[in-house]
């Protein structure tokens, strides 16, 4: 007892007094960012030998204006550049890029090369001090706008870790013309809206273009012919035609993610039912035979599975089943109706167009209906389509009224970052493409 | 039996006695069960301690660096050059690489780290050491303030964290702290008893927010929410980073890189840190482990 009291009391002593290890590290956990646009500094490409300083200048205007419309990047006012004359080859003055309060920063060359562009660029980390990123980029000069596109997505990508979605083209259906009279063609453009080129002429119809994982043909729903049908057009070459011979109207078709197969919508007698159709050997499968009416499919991009809607429950709603058209089942389960579902490229989320109360509501649920939330709402939005990296959804949007029309829209996943598409015209139902490269 | 127990509730007796005449000193006269009231207090005083370091110390520690940084900045940008001209030469073979398919990565000058990592050493060093003649003193006073009141500061033990009960006691034996105790000893504004051995909740707090600010981590990104990065550094005494923040662990996801670098951007843009100068043997080495699993809602 003597001892052990003894013990306790010196245990208590040492408890005030215990020497201890000799090196202390302070552990803390740090479980809360903020989100906010990375400030990033773009100088000016320079021209090198025989390039025009403004087409330089044009280049790394691209570069700014792709990274500021991901919202992610907040690109600095060139007029607060303190170090003016940063070449190439010399390692920029980072205090004076602190001071502006630039995290990044980007300098770049365009040269020319065996009847090339070429552009050299390098992304600095101000804070640190590191060189991220140091490439050369190539392109023929009449795509020289990819150039910046391309060095905007390799930017884009080291700092987010994710694929970036600029050097990417949109095809939709350009609108010209009062509403009663509207003429419809095809037409397709750089992602930011430049280089615009229409690709059919306005003869007929034209609905939901969508683009193959190659990039070099699309398949839409046009009323060419006695009826409304299912066309395939290589973009390079012009070449159309009509997609399998169908007893009926086909429409909104897409592409699997290889590629090899279109699945769209016949109707026949009232109601529509769901077929895929190899490109190879022209073989024809049905995946859904209801009463009602199935339409807008799209693959999983693992191909697996197929999202479609249908109104086979009273109001339309939102369907997941098997490539093979097995183990159909609803996945929409809230209020309203739910049409236009998109897999996204990355596989995590679903997309949709929502009507409600009278409102057109764009947004994301995951693959098996849970999580949904609500991205964009307006008087009319419709038909949602994913950036390559699953990041950003353009749609269109109608605005009321006799002078009013479709515009083209991007909004990313946080719902916070809308923005319009600049097209000439009245413009709708866009398809983005895969990154290009 | 009898002899021994006799001895040791004497002892036991003692104790309490002790404890008794020590708490009466504080404000508590009820029973001892009232700690908890403590839960909130340690961190109070912890406070009021950290406010009594006098400004001007910080200041004359931040000036100094910061003079002495941008010269070696420019030995930086002297040898710069050198390291660019290598990484262009290397990048050239790559221009046939690919035509029509644009990426060409070029090497990275890679050398850039070290010189900063090495550049602010230096200083911090000579500082500590210089002082040290002082603490002995300093540390005899501080002895005694606790001999004085030890009820209370075991009471503040009990409530607190266990684990920074264990960060307290390591650091009471370094060699700096004498140092920075005899700093906040002379303007006394509150009790200085002299063993600060841990960082307040309320520090802690602080500088977890602050670090909160300068975080942007790469948000949205399919499972970049689920990656962690551990970033070690160490600070100087004015708050600045000395040497490069290192990434401590590694991770096989597409956005391990990307998140390790916006945790140490974060490192960088957050410097100086407003740490109080008496516990700098605390801070002056940290792991920090950023993980933004709980930003984000599910979807």
Known sequence: ?437 | MGPSTFISAALHVAIVLFAIVGLSSSHMSAPLVAIPVDLSTPADITKIKAGMKDAADDASLAAKPEEEKPKAVKEKTAKAPEQTAAIKKSAEPKVEKTVEAPKTPAPKPAPKPEQTAAAPKPQPKPQAPARKPEPPKEQAKAALKPALKPAPKTAQFDTDRISALLNKIPDATDTPEPQALAEETKPARGQSNGTEMAMSVNELDALRARISECWTPPAGGLGADAIVVKVRLKLNQDGTLEGLPSVANSGSSPFFQAAADSAVRAVFQCQPYALPAGKYSLWRDMILTFDPSQMYRSG
């Open chain 1, 1 to 437: 007892m003597w001892r052990s009291s003894m013990l306790i009391f010196a245990a208590l002593l040492g408890a005030v007094s215990a020497p201890a290890p000799a090196h202390a590290v302070v552990e803390l956990d740090i479980t809360q960012g903020t989100i906010q646009p990375l400030p990033i500094a773009i100088v000016d490409f320079a021209p090198g030998l025989g390039i025009d300083p403004e087409a330089a200048r044009e280049i790394s205007d691209i570069v700014a204006k792709d990274l500021q419309s991901s919202g992610l990047f907040a690109p600095i006012d060139q007029a607060a550049f303190i170090e003016r004359d940063l070449g190439m080859s010399s390692v920029p003055r980072f205090e004076d890029w602190r001071v502006i309060n630039a995290q990044a920063l980007v300098i770049g060359h365009i040269g020319a090369s065996k009847g090339k562009l070429r552009a050299e660029f390098r992304l600095w980390d101000v804070l640190s001090g590191q060189q991220l990123v140091g490439e050369q980029v190539f392109a023929r000069p009449q795509e020289a706008r990819r150039l910046g596109h391309i060095i905007a997505d390799t930017i884009y990508e080291r700092i987010t870790g994710e694929k970036g979605y600029f050097d990417t083209r949109i095809v939709y259906v350009d609108e010209s013309g009062p509403k009663d009279r509207r003429m419809k063609r095809l037409a397709i453009m750089d992602q930011d809206g430049h280089n615009l080129k229409l690709l059919t002429q306005g003869q007929s119809l034209v609905l939901t273009p969508r683009f193959s994982p190659s990039t070099l043909e699309i398949t839409y729903m046009s009323y060419e012919g006695a009826e409304p049908k299912v066309y395939l057009l290589n973009i390079e070459t012009g070449q159309k035609e009509i997609v399998g011979a169908f007893p009926g109207m086909t429409f909104a078709p897409r592409f699997s993610p290889d590629g090899q197969r279109i699945v769209m919508s016949l109707e026949q007698g009232g109601n529509s039912n769901l077929f895929a159709m190899d490109l190879r050997s022209r073989r024809t499968m049905q995946l859904t035979n209801t009463d009602a009416i199935d339409t807008g499919p799209c693959y999983a991009p693992d191909g697996r599975q197929i999202t479609f809607e249908t109104d086979r429950d009273g109001s339309r709603q939102i369907y997941v089943m098997n490539a093979d058209g097995s183990n159909q089942h609803r996945i929409s389960q809230g209020e309203g109706s739910y049409s236009t579902p998109v897999w996204s490229p990355r596989g995590d989320l679903i997309a949709f167009t929502k009507m409600q109360g009278g409102r057109f509501l764009i947004g994301v649920m995951k693959p098996d209906g849970s999580g949904e939330r609500i991205l964009t709402e307006g008087f009319h939005n419709e038909g949602p389509t994913w950036s390559p990296n699953g990041r950003v959804l353009m749609f269109f949007r109608e605005s009321p009224g006799a002078g009013g029309g479709p515009r083209l829209y991007t909004i990313d996943l946080t719902g916070y970052n809308e923005r319009q598409v600049a097209t000439p015209a009245f413009g709708s139902d866009p398809a983005w493409s895969p990154l290009i490269n």
